[in-house]
């Protein structure tokens, strides 16, 4: 690993048992009791003291912004991060902001990062990302219906999106909004933008939150939000009409490396507490932990766990040597993989905790209900999966 992140890895190792883990229960009943559409008071308490340790934006690979660390020295820290829901945010490194924040810094033009990558690093606003549509099937990015229409010097953008992650949150300010700019164009990849929202804009409406699973705010903020003759000025368009496929590829490559390592420190959590609670609970005369379904379960998420983690790393070292396009197979063989595994090492994890792992008290029907998730956030398995086998059979062709 890379000196700096090494050194990385320390702090947040002791920021994480020091302020983290102790306020865990606090935030989840904060989200509970406050809703999602408000801000929990320990996540601005815990910011304040992760920014005066230099914990902060650790995700961004440009040193004019960030940490200036490439894929693979933020990996671990990434691992680290995942073990608990609420760390990422209290870091400013959670998603969408931290692909939001890639977007702006790789694409925006030096007013736009002025006006919202700045304050989105400086953890003063929040942002989200408004793509997924319930009319159509989201799997296929092609397929959405939002209009991007040129109307003198605005655009006026019309859509209803669901799954904008952060949208209830009241410190959201700015919507990076993809829709079809140019929908006869021939290319069906060349058809959609990306356009700036400001939040306040006349017409953008956030309908109400979307629970994952029942859990609202947690995992994240899904949100629906409805967009009524939006009107923006052209100067809010992101690098240019019809490079919304584009960009949404090169913000999902580093983004996908995140999630599954967070899903691997997620599933390590849950691994520890399977093997904590096995030892300390007896039925049937022996500790749950010797009985023989146990240490089979226990070695499997080992091996799982160990495998997700190291293909991961690869698919980091791949994008950092190559660019993210050479890692389009590493990438899609993690995007299926991390989050299966960390469904079945959480599965076997409530399993061994009998009726309350079910519960709330200890944490994995949330982390079950994230994994899920991620099966089919940035893409579903199958289209994971189709595009790897794709690949596999072009070597055969001719």
Request: proline share 6%; glycine share 8%; hydrophobic share 40%.
């Amino acid at each position: 690993m890379h000196t700096n992140a090494t050194s990385y890895a320390e702090r947040l190792r002791s920021f994480m048992d020091q302020h983290i883990y102790p306020n865990e229960e606090r935030f989840f009943r904060e989200t509970e009791e406050l809703g999602p559409w408000a801000v929990q008071p320990v996540v601005l308490e815990l910011q304040a003291q992760a920014r005066d340790a230099g914990l902060w934006n650790l995700f961004m690979p440009d040193t004019r912004f960030g940490a200036g660390l490439d894929n693979r020295a933020y990996a671990p820290l990434c691992e680290i991060m995942g073990r608990s829901h609420l760390a990422p945010e209290v870091f400013n490194c959670n998603a969408p902001d931290t692909g939001n924040m890639e977007v702006l810094a790789r694409y925006g033009t030096p007013g736009q990062q002025q006006q919202w990558l700045m304050p989105l690093l400086r953890g003063e606003i929040r942002s989200c990302f408004a793509m997924t549509e319930p009319q159509v099937a989201s799997s296929d990015a092609t397929n959405i219906e939002s209009s991007i229409v040129r109307d003198g010097d605005d655009y006026v953008i019309n859509g209803r999106k669901w799954y904008t992650t952060g949208a209830t949150d009241p410190r959201c300010r700015i919507a990076i909004f993809m829709g079809k700019s140019a929908p006869e164009h021939p290319d069906r990849h060349r058809q959609q933008s990306m356009v700036l929202v400001p939040m306040d804009t006349p017409g953008v409406k956030v309908l109400r939150p979307l629970p994952v699973f029942g859990f609202y705010g947690v995992p994240d903020r899904a949100s629906e939000v409805l967009f009524e003759n939006v009107r923006v000025p052209a100067a809010n368009m992101l690098l240019g009409e019809g490079r919304g496929f584009e960009m949404a590829q090169g913000r999902l490559g580093p983004g996908r490396i995140h999630h599954c390592m967070r899903l691997v420190g997620l599933a390590e959590r849950a691994l520890e507490r399977m093997c904590r609670r096995s030892r300390e609970r007896v039925a049937f005369g022996k500790p749950v932990a010797e009985q023989g379904v146990t240490l089979e379960r226990i070695a499997q998420s080992r091996i799982l766990i160990d495998q997700a983690r190291l293909l991961t790393l690869d698919a980091a070292r791949v994008m950092d040597e190559q660019g993210n396009k050479a890692a389009k197979v590493q990438i899609a063989m993690i995007k299926v993989a991390a989050p299966a595994m960390a469904c079945q090492v959480i599965d076997w994890a409530i399993q061994a905790h009998g009726g309350g792992g079910t519960g709330n008290d200890f944490g994995l029907a949330r982390s079950y209900a994230t994994a899920r998730l991620l099966r089919l956030a940035d893409g579903p398995d199958e289209v994971h999966r189709n595009q790897l086998a794709k690949l596999e059979l072009a070597k055969y062709a001719g």
